[in-house]
């Protein structure tokens, strides 16, 4: 079956480049999330979609980093002028409507790894 | 912040044995979740408690819920090579549904 998808599943550049993270949600999920992972670490929440309602950009770490949600399904994240902390997995989450009976599970990618030489 | 918090970070045990894992959060929750994480990549949902919940089970999961304290532990019984991962906690509070992910804790389990 349709999971999350997300592409490139590895990304290497050049620090100073801008680079776009792609995300596929499961289709008819409404809720999108995307998060971060540093080497060994937790999971660093960066910004959440619901439907129409805008956007909680409260985790983006800086004004380098921007996402959109096209059409309530897929999503891009950007990082410009990446830097060499950038580094790290990116993951992204998608989940049912709220109230579905099922909101509260989150499927998750299978990651970009990004590093920024 | 929210942010949970695991303990131990890690944790290698042999195959066979109980495994215990403890997350512990800072503010009320609407519900507390378990996933599962291989190889630095994307997370599996394990097993979901709710505020209102103390206990519940899945297969060879066990999970308990102390809203008093604050805190959950994952109990994974006759431990399996195949379950050494990561595990997180993530609880859900607010008003919808975005969670909030702890560190983890690193599983080994020794064939």
């Known amino acids: 079956g349709a999971g999350v998808s997300q592409s490139p599943s590895n990304k290497v550049t050049e620090k100073g480049k801008d680079v776009e993270l792609r995300c596929d949600p499961i289709?008819?999920?409404?809720?999108l999330y995307w998060y971060r992972q540093s080497l060994g670490q937790g999971l660093e929440f960066l910004i959440y979609?619901?439907?129409?309602?805008?956007?909680?950009k409260s985790g983006l770490p800086s004004d380098r980093f921007s996402a959109e949600r096209t059409g309530g399904s897929v999503s891009t994240l950007t990082i410009q002028r990446t830097q060499q902390e950038d580094s790290a997995v990116y993951l992204c989450?998608?989940?049912?409507?709220?109230?579905?009976?099922?909101?509260?599970?989150?499927?998750f990618g299978p990651g970009t790894r990004l590093t920024v030489l | 912040s929210q942010q949970g918090e695991e303990d131990p970070q890690a944790l290698s045990i042999q195959e066979g044995e109980n495994a215990t894992m403890n997350c512990s959060y800072k503010?009320?929750?609407?519900?507390l979740q378990w996933y599962r994480q291989n190889s630095g990549r994307g997370l599996v949902h394990l097993i979901l408690?709710?505020?209102?919940?103390r206990e519940k089970h899945s297969g060879r999961l066990r999970v308990t819920l102390d809203t008093s304290k604050k805190s959950s532990s994952l109990l994974i019984t006759a431990s399996r090579a195949a379950d050494t991962a990561s595990y997180f906690c993530?609880?859900?509070?607010?008003?919808?549904?975005?969670?909030?992910f702890g560190i983890g804790t690193k599983l080994q389990v020794i064939p």
């Open positions: 989450a998608s989940s049912s409507p709220e109230g579905s009976g099922r909101d509260n599970e989150q499927f």
């Open positions: 289709s008819g999920h409404t809720a």
């Open positions: 979609f619901q439907g129409n309602s805008a956007p909680d």
């Open positions: 503010t009320s929750i609407n519900n």
């Open positions: 408690i709710r505020s209102n919940e």
């Open positions: 993530a609880t859900r509070w607010g008003g919808y549904q975005k969670v909030t």
